[in-house]
């Protein structure tokens, strides 16, 4: 009978198939990354500074995907790095100047890129003719302790041959310093900000502060590759009075965000989303679109931003929500090894099955074989251990499944124990028979022959 049901050898290859299937899922999600973290920790700066204004936009921004952006205020670049490069912090991201530190020392950050400039402004109540000498013995504010405003400073200072020790330093935020400058509490202060900063704007249009120039800024950059020369405009403070009275030259240290290394890829790529929208206009500076840049810094950058400088975000996050685009990137990723091994298993899966089952019925037929070849040369037990056996051989025949292109060959095999047990049978039943008739031919003659017996 033809017969299109599975046979236990294509359960079992079936079954094979689809433990090596999820066998395959299951490694291939342990090998992925995890889903990316709800919330994100980020390190800031002083109430007020460039670093907490923007992480505030940065937050705002990631908002919108369902990531929510922990802002924790710190004393400035230092304590951001410290941060960062402590894993026991929970900080994964935060702003930092160039040249406070390099990979050797954090080789567990990477950075997104640089996100913008950060002028050095050193104003001053000492006339300019004066420079820098003039602040010999007087109290200045160099920035809060652990700033990069006050290393930066203080590396200018030394440069200069002015020695730190000589000077009455002061560790005030930049709201306060410019407030002690205006009352005369102070000489001098360093802020590095932008050019937006309140604080900045009001000391560039007074009268009574002078903002120290850098006339010699190619030797700085030349000595620290991590800064640049900026060029202020005369007057640009205020064209009334014409202040700053003559372009000035400023330098300025690059500020990079920087992440640990492990931060998901997904919020690397969110994160360089948000410092494009927010870094990307045009100011005093820049031109629009000069940030986010891919530049190296104190480290290298991650392999997430490399690739967003050259292609830009991945596909799925161009057109997909955030959440969204993060599992289908992650089913893809799964699916398409899973494809790949899968396919080709289940296309051989019919031919391995097809092969198993001839090849029990082969297994079979070499029985049979054997029990015929016995038959023929006498060899062979009783004959009812031979019909046990051809009746154990058509129960198992009859047991198998197969697929309909070899339920012919099945039938075949069945028919033929079926003759080989039927010709035994005959034989049998024929031997029985003569066996009857030499007995009634012999009762007779031995019933003639036997001594005491009468008729009547």
Do not use: C
């Not at 200072?157 to 400058?181: H, M, V, Y």
């Not at 001098?188 to 009268?207: F, G, K, M, Q, Y």
């Not at 009075?241 to 990079?256: F, G, K, L, Q």
């Amino acid at each position: 009978m033809r017969q299109q049901v599975i046979s236990r050898s294509g359960t079992w290859l079936g079954g094979l198939a689809a433990i090596l299937t999820i066998l395959l899922i299951v490694a291939t999600i342990g090998w992925l990354r995890p889903l990316p973290p709800r919330v994100v920790v980020m390190t800031t700066g002083a109430e007020g500074s460039d670093y907490a204004v923007l992480a505030q936009r940065y937050r705002a921004i990631l908002q919108r995907s369902g990531v929510e952006l922990r802002l924790r205020p710190s004393a400035g670049d230092l304590q951001n790095l410290e941060r960062l490069n402590d894993p026991k912090s929970g900080v994964s991201v935060g702003f930092a100047q160039g040249g406070l530190t390099s990979e050797t020392a954090a080789p567990d950050l990477r950075s997104l890129g640089t996100m913008f400039f950060q002028p050095f402004w050193f104003f001053s109540r000492v006339p300019p003719e004066k420079g820098l000498e003039g602040l010999r013995g007087k109290p200045v504010s160099l920035g809060p302790k652990g700033s990069g405003t006050r290393d930066l400073a203080l590396r200018i200072l030394r440069l200069n041959g002015l020695d730190p020790n000589n000077l009455d330093i002061r560790s005030l935020s930049p709201a306060e310093a410019g407030k002690a400058l205006h009352r005369g509490e102070i000489a001098a202060t360093d802020i590095v900000t932008s050019w937006d900063s309140p604080v900045v704007r009001e000391l560039l249009a007074s009268s009574d502060v002078n903002l120290v120039g850098f006339p010699r800024a190619d030797a700085y950059v030349a000595l620290y590759p991590y800064l640049r020369k900026l060029m202020l405009p005369e007057g640009v403070g205020n064209l009334a009075t014409n202040r700053p009275p003559a372009d000035t030259s400023v330098i300025a240290p690059r500020a990079s965000l920087i992440v640990r290394k492990e931060l998901h890829p997904a919020i690397q790529y969110l994160l360089l989303e948000a410092a494009s929208e927010i870094h990307s206009t045009d100011s005093i500076f820049q031109r629009f679109d000069r940030f986010p840049a891919a530049e190296r810094g104190d480290f290298p950058l991650s392999e997430q931003a490399s690739a967003y400088y050259r292609t830009g975000p991945p596909l799925l996050q161009r057109y997909l929500p955030f959440w969204l685009a993060v599992w289908v990137s992650k089913l893809l990723v799964v699916l398409i090894p899973v494809f790949g091994v899968a396919y080709p298993v289940l296309r051989l899966a019919p031919a391995l099955y097809f092969w198993a089952v001839r090849h029990r019925i082969l297994n079979l037929y070499g029985e049979l074989k054997v029990i015929e070849t016995e038959l023929e040369h006498r060899t062979v037990g009783t004959a009812a251990d031979v019909i046990v056996r051809l009746e154990h051989l058509d129960e198992r025949a009859s047991g198998l499944r197969v697929p309909a292109e070899l339920a012919p060959t099945l039938y075949t095999l069945r028919t033929h124990i079926r003759l080989v047990r039927d010709r035994l049978g005959n034989e049998l039943r024929a031997d029985a028979s003569s066996n009857a008739r030499r007995s009634d031919v012999d009762l007779p003659q031995r019933s003639r022959g036997s001594p005491g017996l009468t008729t009547h």
